[in-house]
């Protein structure tokens, strides 16, 4: 009872100090609500400084979390990408600052008009635990572009990188600029009810509803950027050694612990065992001992590994075939499985994966794959496997998702120039490069006259002859 009272008067001193915190950064905000495309760009480059100079802390802490973390996947998904999308970004922000020069009517002139890019203000960043630096980043890159303050709230799952990044990020910045956010689920909670004037979440679906629902108390804009069942298809003709190789490296990346890892697979029903034996062979060329391997990511806690084992029991249980890629474990490090005939009453196909299992569904001709994808929720990213331009075709104007790879997976969220984002369940807005900055961007309409009005011709008292002209004119 006790130490229930102490925890409680502690949470509610963090929830006060983080109320400061915000009132901090937005009297900072409207004290300086222009900076200039130098400031940002100083910015900029001292984030990509701080993350180069500390990369293998950075390392050691994100692998002390997963208990074993790759120290090349965390270079290769977290670190590489931040620092390639701040050079992206610190190049071009200039140019996205200007304003943008739009037609006036001939009806209206002589006039001007133009969108002017002004920071929206105080931006809040909900960081979920599986690619702990990448996904504080991302955000905190655009909102900086576009000129904003910036409070990221980091997983508590991710204790040693989020301290870590906290006390980095104080190094460079000032906590009215940039600050980072510590604590429990209550004070997550706390955080998504502040009146941010845009909010953007990465996580899971469900607890995307209740950030959406707290945004909404305060009409403050959403970014979603949630996740879902992302499918793979493997086409009647394409080498299976191709698609296996391609969709063994979205799933084995972190234990297939990635939003838009592929989470299951359509195969061809004369293909399945083919493509059974390719991903079987990829997977163990890339891993080929799961006991003591640096490379072989782990499970982030605890929590999250009981959940995959019971999907897989559950499966097992209603008739699925298992098949280990690996004779056991070790610790929180699971080992790769591909799942057979499986159905809509296994947990394994009703949530999002997000671990090393695969389904493996076969399908008669494509339109059956495409049915299959249409009769379920929009996903955060759809992969394709084939080399007939038609048929990518027929895959890209058929299905719906957040984004595509054609003959590859994940590669998509990498690219700087274009916009990362879900569709329906799967999320909603999009950041990444120009689209970050215009996410945390208000993009504010300019209407300019001088002096001269030539629509006084217009006012009251109406049925004047220049009126009359006018409709003549312009009302068609």
Not at 95 to 115: E, N, T, Y
Not at 236 to 242: E, F, K, T, Y
């Amino acid at each position: 009872m006790v130490a229930d009272i102490a925890y409680l008067q502690q949470t509610q001193q963090e929830i006060a100090q983080l109320e400061q915190l915000f009132a901090r950064q937005r009297s900072a905000y409207r004290a300086h609500p222009m900076p200039s495309a130098e400031q940002r760009v100083q910015w900029l480059n001292s984030l990509a400084e701080l993350i180069s100079s500390e990369r293998e802390s950075l390392i050691k802490a994100i692998s002390a979390d997963f208990s074993n973390r790759s120290a090349d996947e965390t270079i290769l998904a977290e670190i590489m990408p931040s620092l390639h999308a701040i050079h992206y970004s610190a190049k071009r922000v200039k140019k996205w600052m200007k304003p943008s020069r739009r037609s006036v009517g001939l009806a209206f002139m002589p006039a001007a008009a133009k969108v002017v890019y002004q920071p929206v203000g105080v931006v809040g960043v909900i960081v979920p635990w599986n690619y702990p630096l990448y996904l504080a980043m991302g955000p905190l890159i655009g909102a900086l572009a576009a000129g904003n303050r910036v409070m990221i709230k980091m997983s508590e799952s991710t204790p040693a990188t989020a301290a870590l990044v906290k006390n980095l990020l104080a190094r460079i910045f000032p906590e009215d600029l940039v600050c980072v956010v510590l604590g429990e689920v209550e004070l997550g909670v706390a955080f998504s009810k502040l009146p941010f004037d845009h909010l953007l979440f990465t996580g899971a679906t469900s607890v995307g509803k209740h950030v959406m629902r707290a945004a909404a108390e305060n009409l403050t804009p959403v970014t979603l950027e949630l996740g879902g069942k992302s499918p793979a298809i493997v086409s009647a003709n394409v080498p299976l050694s191709d698609a296996a190789e391609r969709i063994a490296f979205g799933k084995t990346l972190n234990a297939g612990q990635t939003c838009v890892a592929p989470d299951y697979v359509l195969v061809p029903k004369d293909r399945v065992d083919g493509f059974v034996a390719a991903y079987k062979e990829v997977v163990q060329r890339f891993l080929p001992t799961l006991k003591d391997n640096p490379d072989y990511t782990a499970v982030i806690n605890e929590r999250q590994l009981a959940r995959l084992k019971s999907y897989v029991a559950d499966a097992e249980s209603k008739g699925a075939q298992v098949i280990p890629l690996y004779a056991e474990g070790q610790g929180r490090r699971l080992p790769h499985t591909l799942l057979l005939n499986v159905n809509d009453e296994m947990k394994v196909m009703q949530d999002e994966i997000f671990g090393p299992l695969l389904p493996v569904i076969p399908y008669d001709k494509l339109e059956d794959a495409l049915a299959f994808i249409n009769e379920r929720d929009r996903p955060l990213a759809l992969y394709y496997f084939g080399y007939d331009k038609a048929e990518q075709q027929r895959v890209l104007e058929r299905t719906h998702s957040g984004g595509v790879c054609l003959n590859d997976t994940m590669l998509h969220v990498a690219q700087d120039d274009m916009p990362f984002g879900g569709v329906g369940p799967s999320g909603m807005g999009h950041y990444h490069g120009h689209e970050g900055f215009k996410t945390f961007s208000h993009a504010k309409s300019t209407f300019i006259k001088q002096r001269y009005n030539a629509a006084r011709m217009i006012y009251p008292p109406y049925g004047k002859a220049i009126q009359k002209l006018v409709y003549k004119l312009f009302v068609r």
